[in-house]
């Protein structure tokens, strides 16, 4: 699937979604709007409905039949992928300037909660969090606000410790390992 479709179904559905949740919407309308000049030509309408229907596929929307088309929405998983894409995408745009400053998570998930845990490593990572020891992570990046939508979408608050600092022992190899190395 082009990526960058697919980014934009996402922005195009929830920007709709955003004034009518219960709404379906038709996927060419939704990128009008979205795209603001009108339809992008680079997607022939035959990908754009494939992507749509993979979409379909994948649990992420939902369509219905009016007035003898097929319109669409987000399901609640679609809802969800919406969030974390949303949460992804400002994060990397934070990810640009480092401002001297570390930000610190440690975390003591139960191991009842295991699954939970390692997928909440994972979006630590894609967030821009690399790990410093088992259950701490790090950052240049001041991904704090999305690092708590976060922690509320999966109901992990209690479970984290988060601090800012200004100087920690052995910089010099953290920022080696975030390409913020002097060369």
Known sequence: MPEDLIDKIFNAFGEFMEFNQEAYFHPYRALNKYLSGGYNND???RTVYVNIHR?????FLKSKKIGGKNLYKFTELGVRELERR?????????????????YILFFDIPEINKKLRDLFRRWLYQLGYRKFQISVWISPYDVFEETKTVL??????????????????NEKKIKKEFGLAKK
């Open 86 to 102: 949303r949460i992804l995408q400002s994060a990397s745009l934070k990810k640009k300037k480092w401002s001297g400053k570390w």
């Open 152 to 169: 509320k979408l999966f109901n992990l608050e209690k479970y984290v410790i988060f601090i800012v600092a200004e100087k920690i022992e």
């Open 43 to 45: 997607y022939k309408s």
């Open 55 to 59: 979409l379909k596929k994948k649990g």
